[in-house]
Nanobody
Framework: VQLQASGGGLVQVGGSLRLSCAAS????????VGWFRQSPGKEREFVAA????????LYTDDVKARAFISGDNAKNTVFLQMNRLKLEDTALYYC??????????????????????????WGQGTLVTVSS
C-alpha cells in the first residue's frame, strides 16, 4: 500500500487544518492508520491513530482535546482534523499504517502503537507551520 499525506500549510495560532492520508494499492480497511509528527531536532512522535475494530481512536495527550481522526472508506482516506493550533504543532506530519493482522487481539493499545517501529508503511509527510 502507498500513502499520500496532504493538507499541510501555513496557519496562524488558533487556526485549523485538516490533513488527509490517501491510500492506493490497498484498502485502508485492512489497516489501522496512525499519524505522527516530527519537528526539527526532535524524534518522530505519535499523534493519533484509528482502527476499524470498534475501539476508540487514540490521541496523544497534547492534541486530545483539539484533534479528531476519521476515515472515509469510499475515498480510501483517513483525515486528521487539527483545531486550535499552537506554535508547537509546527512539524512534518506523517501517516502510517499497520496491517490488521499485526495488531494484538486487544487492539492497538495492546501493542506499541506510539512507536514508529509498530507501523508497516509510511507516507512522505506534509508540513504544518503554525505562525503567531
Amino acid at each position: 500500500v502507498q500513502l499520500q499525506a496532504s493538507g499541510g500549510g501555513l496557519v496562524q495560532v488558533g487556526g485549523s487544518l485538516r490533513l488527509s492520508c490517501a491510500a492506493s494499492g490497498g484498502s485502508l480497511s485492512n489497516y489501522a492508520v496512525g499519524w505522527f509528527r516530527q519537528s526539527p531536532g526532535k524524534e518522530r512522535e505519535f499523534v493519533a491513530a484509528i482502527s476499524w475494530n470498534g475501539d476508540s481512536p487514540l490521541y496523544t495527550d497534547d492534541v486530545k482535546a483539539r484533534a479528531f481522526i476519521s476515515g472515509d472508506n469510499a475515498k480510501n482516506t483517513v483525515f486528521l482534523q487539527m483545531n486550535r493550533l499552537k506554535l508547537e504543532d509546527t512539524a512534518l506530519y506523517y501517516c502510517a499504517v499497520v496491517d490488521n493482522r499485526g495488531i494484538p487481539r486487544s487492539g492497538l493499545t495492546g501493542g506499541n502503537y506510539w512507536s514508529t517501529r509498530f507501523w508497516d508503511y509510511w507516507g512522505q509527510g506534509t508540513l504544518v507551520t503554525v505562525s503567531s
